[in-house]
């Protein structure tokens, strides 16, 4: 596995685990532990940015984020979980798939010759 992957798992751990202190933080000492946790998080963010496309990593950073808090707020805080919650969660994990795979498409005649010239 790429190193860069190890960061885009761990940046998306890191996020849920600071979301989570957000909703339970209720005196200054909480906050002690979340800042710094946000400070991991970003750290590890502009990691993986660094060997992998940053629209990927973002993609997968906020999805991750997304789908984690949604989750987080139905199975730990007792949010309540709809249909239409866990289609468009699902639309997101689809989009952030489709968008890895997207990353994988060899390039075309066309788009080499525009990246070897710099137009975009």
Known sequence: MNKGWIYVILT???ELFWVFGFNVANSWWH???IVPMIIID???LSKACESLPT???YAIFAAAG???TALMDIFIF???FSAAKGLFMGLLVIGV???KISDNVPETES???RSEKGVH
């Open 78 to 80: 007792g949010g309540e």
């Open 31 to 33: 906050w002690m532990i």
């Open 97 to 99: 798939i489709a968008l």
């Open 66 to 68: 997304t789908v984690g």
């Open 42 to 44: 970003f750290y590890f």
């Open 111 to 113: 788009t080499k010759f």
């Open 55 to 57: 629209g990927t990593v």
């Open 12 to 14: 998306s751990l890191f």
